[in-house]
Each structure stands twice: as C-alpha cells, then as structure tokens.
C-alpha cells in the first residue's frame, strides 16, 4: 500500500531549461546531469529532514516535473533505519497500512529552506565542473600536435595564458620564439604540445617552437599537404631563425617543393610572417644519401660525400661556400645533422686535398669502442653509458663552435678531426649539382 501527500508534483520547467543549457554550453550528456540533480536534490532532503532515511527523486524529461520523496518497508522489527519503519510509526501516517507495504511520503521541495538548497546546489556546480574537467582532459588528450587558436588573456613573467574557448592554455616562455611580444588581447596560433591533469583541473600547454607547429602551418596553407598528395617527411627548426623540412610526393605530375613554395613564394611566405621572419628551406625528400646530403646544404656546392658507418658523414665543400654551409655559429650545420640523423663533419675542398694519407685513412674507419678489463662490474658499465648519454649536448656544442671558426686559422683540434677524411677525392658532376641547385628552393 502507498501513501503519498496531496501536494502535486513541482513543476519544473525552468529546472529542465537550465539543465539543457548546462548541457550544451559544458558539452556533458544529460543522463550524466539529471543523475547529479537527484542525488543534490536527495542530499538536501536528507538535510532537511535531519536523519538518515532512504529518499527518491523521479525527474519527468517531458513534463518537466521533479518528484522527491521517501520510501520505507513496513515492518515489526527495524534492522535497517534508513529503508524499515515500523508498525506502529507508519500507522501514525496511514492506519491502514499492513506489514510489508512500502510508505511513500512525499516532499515539497519548498520547504527545505535555504540551506538545504545551497547544498544542492553545490553538490551540482562540483559534479559538472568534474564532469567538464574530465570532458576537456580527454578531448585535448587527443588534440596533441593539433593547431589552435586564441586569445591572449594574461601575461605574467614571460608566459602567457591563452583563451581557447572552452578553457585556458599555456604557453610557456621556453616554448616562445623569441623575438616576438604579445599584449593583452592580441590572438595567437600555437600547437598543442602537453595536457596535463592536475588537481585544479587539465592544463592545455601549447607551444609555437616545436616542430609539429611548422608543419601545422604547412598543411593549412598548402592544400597538396592538406590533401595527402604531398608528404611532410621531417620537420627540424631553430625557432625564430632557421628551419628545415623535408617532402616527398608519389605522384610524379607534382612538384612538391614548387607546392610548398607557391606561386611567387606567397605560400611559404605566409608562414615566414607568422612565425617572424623565420628562414625556411624546402628540400625534396630523397632515400639517396648523397644527393640528399647535396640538397641538404643546397646551395653550396658539395665536392664529396663520404658516409662512415652508420652515424656520421664526412661532407667536403667548396672552400668558398663553407662558411655558408656551416651557418652562423654552426647553426646550418646542426639543422643538417638532426635532418640527417648523422654526425656530420665538414671540410673545405683546399684544406682536405692538403691532408696526409694516414688522416684520410683514418676517416674512412668507424672508430671502436677501446676494450675494457673483463672484471669491471655491470654497474660501472651502467654510469659510463650514463656519462656519455649526458656528455652528447656539450660535444654537439663544442662541434658547433669549431665549425663556426675561420678556416684560415689554426683550431687546435682540427689535427684531430682531419683524421676522419678521406683519401680519394673525384672530380664533381657538374650536371648533377646544377640539377641540384635548380630543384633546392632556400627561403
């Protein structure tokens, strides 16, 4: 047998017309709504009402009505105060009620009070920001290298705090090129680089020096890449200075670095300004080492390439385009190298005919490891590996500095360097250089 009061069920329509607001301003399903208003609504109640008691909340989606109430077995004897009530309790409300009915009694809403509200209404504002936190994390998560679009919001000790909309980004001062500024208000393009769940919610980290943000650029502005037609093979940058990509196209009617460059350069142009007036150069991807080592340093003129193992290259250049093959402190040279995935050391024509037999015999040999006394433990093994993995930048660092020095002058360690040179060197193809050149496109 049921009891329930004579009070009609709370009309509801405003409620119902937040709640479809809610869901499609947060982007949070319904279903996942509606169950966080019946157990704010529950939990009022249960304040309401000052003890523990089973309560039930029934939402009508068409109607637009909300029902709460609570539910309670009849029996002799109470093992469970918040499901039973017994007997004699429950004929105090309906005396025709028998053992084993369930009294229904229901609650106006109205007469909650305040406080009991401001506890429903907390309980939703929490569970909807948990719910669009986790809807954000999981929605960026899959966005990683994806370009976006913002705002500038907030600038504080060189990062910035971008609006993307439905949340903020962050855009450290690490991942800046350096030469630009931003003020408040101004918009901004970067690439989702991070996302990160923290306890005050996700944290979109975006980045405008990474290497998946030029070739986001590319594929905007050139619609054979966009399309698949062209292919962005590898991409490496010295952000707010120079940067190198690399594609390919397995249809033969295209040009892929004609397609990148554009009519007159407009394309690449486009992205030259956005990203300051950063040089590009646009190389057609070759499995052929050594014309793609040609194309690499394009337009200085390779005399000879010579691969030593499988982790370095020995490049001779024309003594007058070496200082333009190494770069400004190395920098071309360093490009070179990541595009290569190959140590590269580079020599002038004049200065390689001038070595002796033995240091160009030496730079045809892969050096080997020297051998160490059978006894020594696995985990000095471990710390020498560890050392050389952390002593690779400063070498990288100190290559770079040598490269970037006059040749006239005497380096100290160049004694030991033009032992990695050749012994033979033939004539260039002029042909195949000139074919080179025309096919290398340096912005």
Known sequence: MKRKSRNEALKAIDIAASISAVTKEKSISMDLVLETLKDALATAARKYLGELINVEVKVDREKGTLEVYTRQTVVEQVEDPETQIILDDARDIDENIQIGDELIQELDIDQFGRMAIQTAKQVILQRVREAEREKIFADYSERIGELVTGTVQQIE???ILVNLGRTEAFLPYKEQIRKEHYRQGDNIRACIYEVKNNLKGPQVIISRT????????????VPEIFDKTVKIIKVVRDPGHRSKIAVSTSDSRVDPVGACVGMRGNRVQAIVRELSNERIDIINWTDELSLLVRRVFAPAEVKRVVPVGNSKIVVVIREEDLAQAIGREGQNIRLASKMLDR????FGDEEFANMTDEQRTAATTV????????EHDDEEEDDAHTYDEA???VQEEIRGERFSQNNNEEDPTQSEIINSVI????ETDDDAEDAIKRSHNNV
């Open 343 to 346: 140590e590269i050391d580079v």
């Open 391 to 393: 002593m690779e930048p």
């Open 367 to 374: 050096q080997t490891e020297p051998l160490v006394h059978e």
């Open 423 to 426: 012994d033979d060197m033939s």
């Open 157 to 159: 000790k060189g990062n």
């Open 210 to 221: 990474c290497p998946e943000f030029l070739a986001r650029l590319f594929e905007l502005e």
